[in-house]
């Protein structure tokens, strides 16, 4: 095992770890919506455990229509990419109902600059339609 795969690994389970002590120490305090808090466990989906590869971010690359890997590996990927800046760890999970591989990383994008206007604008999320946004003015 690579030592760059085994130090993502560590920092994956040491943030579930994390994760579940501050949940712990908020005992009595927990949204409604949570109802139990356990420890960590294997990565398993519907009772068996699930194939995941963990890759250190500077140990890919993606440009356009490939996902290059350590040791040559040069994987084709569908789709296009949606965000671009600092990437982070990737995680690839083979999903077995679908039978295909699938990806899943972090980006750091930077911050859009704020526009500061005179006019105040508003925002009503609703269920008919996704958004309705207007301008006073």
């Known amino acids: 095992m690579d030592s760059a795969t085994a130090q993502q690994i560590i920092n994956k389970n040491n943030e579930a770890w994390r994760s579940f002590l501050a949940l712990k120490r908020l005992k009595g305090r927990l949204p409604p919506h949570i109802t139990k808090v356990s420890m960590p466990r294997y990565w398993k989906r519907n009772g068996k455990r699930e194939l995941r590869i963990i890759v250190r971010n500077d140990c890919y690359k993606v440009d ?17 990419l949606k965000w671009y800046g ?3 760890r990737l995680e690839i999970v083979y999903d077995d109902v ?24 508003h925002i009503d999320l609703g269920v008919r339609f996704l958004a309705t946004v207007w301008a006073e003015g």
């Open 64 to 80: 356009g229509k490939y996902l290059y890997l350590p040791k040559g590996l040069k994987l084709r990927i569908k789709g296009s």
């Open 86 to 88: 600092k990437k982070g």
């Open 98 to 121: 679908d039978g295909v591989w699938r990806g899943f990383t972090t980006i750091k994008i930077k911050k859009p600059p704020i526009k500061r206007g005179s006019k105040p604008l």
